[in-house]
């Protein structure tokens, strides 16, 4: 059971728009720590996604969008590409266990 | 460009122990937080533990606490992870990964490429 929940799985078409969630609590996204995304390919290693809520780091299209509200956290992807299938997770910093979690993943498939 | 190689992945029996090392370069080492983050087959990331630039601030997940060390080598860019008593359900892809701390924002931005650990009899 991961401290941050998240789908297990997103599906769209190419071109479209998704959506995936990540809902906290009190003692880490509702506290005011920061969310960040990270995107893993099959096979290999996360790379950053979004850090901070909503920021993209240098290279990461502007397809790829966060936010944040409350104890819940969003990513968006726009414009749907097969190479954007992949696994997603979002992590924040959990006051109460004093380290880092992770959401258990949600897999996008692009139909 | 920002490197982090580790090795030391390895069968191990249940109850065994292992070190894995994770080689930096790119960056000042000596100037980040370092973490560990591990995978099990088919399943999502964990953070097990952080080391401070200095040394001076560790911490580790409750899953592995007593039974993990995390330890640095600034003058050698190396950052280690030695495990002991080593459980079937620590199986999993072992990540390196270059820390960001602000204020109220902690994360990942560089990982390595990942060293496997199988506990196995």
């Known amino acids: 059971q991961s401290v941050l ?3 297990p799985s997103v599906s769209g078409a190419p071109g479209q728009r998704v959506t995936i969630s990540c809902t906290g609590s009190s003692s880490n996204i ?11 390919p099959l096979g290999t290693a ?12 240098s290279g990461v299209p502007d397809r790829f969008s966060g936010s944040k509200s409350g104890t819940s956290a969003s990513l968006a992807i726009t414009g749907l590409q097969a190479e954007d299938e992949a696994d997603y997770y979002c992590q924040s910093y959990d006051s109460s266990l004093s380290g880092s979690v992770f959401g258990g993943g949600t897999k996008l498939t692009v139909l | 460009e920002v490197q982090l190689v580790e090795s030391g992945e390895d069968l191990v029996q249940p109850g065994g122990s292992l070190t894995l090392s994770c080689l930096a370069s790119g960056f000042a080492f000596s ?9 099990a087959p088919g399943k999502g ?3 097990i533990s952080s080391i401070s630039s200095s040394s001076t601030s560790i911490s580790y997940a409750d899953s592995v606490k007593g039974r993990f ?7 050698k860019n190396s950052l280690f992870l030695h495990m002991n008593n080593l459980r079937a359900e620590d199986t999993a892809i072992y990540y ?8 109220r924002s902690f994360y990942f931005d560089s990982w390595g490429q990942g060293a496997l650990v199988t506990v196995s009899s």
């Open chain 1, 5 to 7: 929940t998240q789908p």
């Open chain 1, 30 to 40: 509702g506290t005011g720590y920061d969310v960040h995304w990270y995107q893993q």
């Open chain 1, 46 to 57: 996360p790379k950053l996604l979004i850090y901070g809520n909503s920021n993209r780091p």
């Open chain 2, 31 to 39: 100037t980040y937080t370092m973490s560990w983050v591990r995978q």
């Open chain 2, 45 to 47: 990331l964990e953070w």
């Open chain 2, 69 to 75: 060390t995390v330890s640095r080598d600034n003058g």
């Open chain 2, 96 to 103: 390196c990964a270059r820390d960001y701390h602000g204020t």
